[in-house]
Nanobody
Framework: QVQLVESGGGLVQAGGSLRLSCAASGRTFNNYAMGWFRQAPGKEREFVATISWIGGTTAYADSVKGRFTISRDNAKNTLYLQMNSLKPEDTAVYYC?????????????????WGQGTQVTVSS
C-alpha cells in the first residue's frame, strides 16, 4: 500500500511563495513518476506538474510554467512543489499523486495513488 501525505499549504499574499511537500511511504518511491494536481472550489481537478522517476523529465501546466518548480528527493521519499509569484487564481487544494510507472503523464487517470490534499490560499 502507498501512502502520500502533503504539507506546506497555507495563506499567502499575491506575489508570495510556498513550498509544498509530499511524503511517500509504502512501496518503492524511486521507481515511479509523481505529479501535482489542484482543485479549486467548483472546478474540476487539474494537472499542475509532473516529474519522472529519476527526476530528469518534468512537465508543467501552461498556467504555472515559469513560476512553479517540481522536484523530488528519492533518498527521502519526498516530492516537492516550489511555488513562486503566486496569484489568487492559484488558490486550490493541492494533491500529490503517484503514477504506476516511471514516465511522466499529465492526465488524472494515469495516477493510481493520491494524497489527501493541502489547501493553498492566495489573497489579493
Amino acid at each position: 500500500q502507498v501512502q502520500l501525505v502533503e504539507s506546506g499549504g497555507g495563506l499567502v499574499q499575491a506575489g508570495g511563495s510556498l513550498r509544498l511537500s509530499c511524503a511517500a511511504s509504502g512501496r518503492t518511491f524511486n521507481n515511479y513518476a509523481m505529479g501535482w494536481f489542484r482543485q479549486a472550489p467548483g472546478k474540476e481537478r487539474e494537472f499542475v506538474a509532473t516529474i519522472s522517476w529519476i527526476g530528469g523529465t518534468t512537465a508543467y501546466a501552461d498556467s504555472v510554467k515559469g513560476r512553479f518548480t517540481i522536484s523530488r528527493d528519492n533518498a527521502k521519499n519526498t516530492l516537492y512543489l516550489q511555488m513562486n509569484s503566486l496569484k489568487p487564481e492559484d488558490t486550490a487544494v493541492y494533491y500529490c499523486a503517484r503514477r504506476g510507472q516511471g514516465a511522466i503523464a499529465t492526465t488524472i487517470r494515469e495516477y493510481d495513488y493520491w494524497g489527501q490534499g493541502t489547501q493553498v490560499t492566495v489573497s489579493s
